[in-house]
């Protein structure tokens, strides 16, 4: 991306004119992609390996705005499709994936300030 793209997308963003290129999928089904088969077909060879779920871990200081949080999260289900879909395996017809209509995710929080600080990383 060139310079002058990226200050116009900050601009847009800015302006509060930032939207999705795209709509985001209605729900029902949807096709399958070559690379979801290839994650269903590796997961019946080896089931329950967490090779394709990522994790981040986050230390957070301060005031957090949970319900801020909370709309940037599902501003980010709303607008891409494959965080709402699940995959079936119905015999005699294949995979099949739906998209559901789920647009609100809300996080849910653990406090450990009750914990010893040395055992919190642990219990997190």
Do not use: C, I, K, Y
């Not at 302006?15 to 269903?40: I, K």
């Not at 981040?56 to 999260?73: I, K, M, N, Y």
């Not at 739906?98 to 997190?124: K, M």
Request: glycine share 6%; aromatic share 4%.
């Amino acid at each position: 991306m060139d310079l002058a793209a990226g200050r116009h997308l900050v601009e847009r963003w800015r302006s509060g004119a930032a939207t999705p290129a795209a709509a985001p999928a209605a729900p029902g089904p949807a096709p399958v992609s070559t690379a979801q088969r290839g994650v269903l077909v590796f997961e019946r060879l080896h089931p329950g390996t967490p090779v394709f779920t990522l994790r981040q871990d986050v230390r957070h200081t301060g005031a957090l705005d949970e319900d801020r949080l909370d709309r940037a999260l599902s501003t980010l289900l709303r607008r891409h499709p494959a965080l709402r879909s699940t995959f079936a395996d119905a015999a005699g017809t294949g995979v099949t994936r739906t998209v559901h209509d789920r647009t609100t995710l809300r996080a849910q929080w653990t406090d450990l300030r009750h914990v010893p600080a040395t055992e919190r990383d642990d219990r997190a």
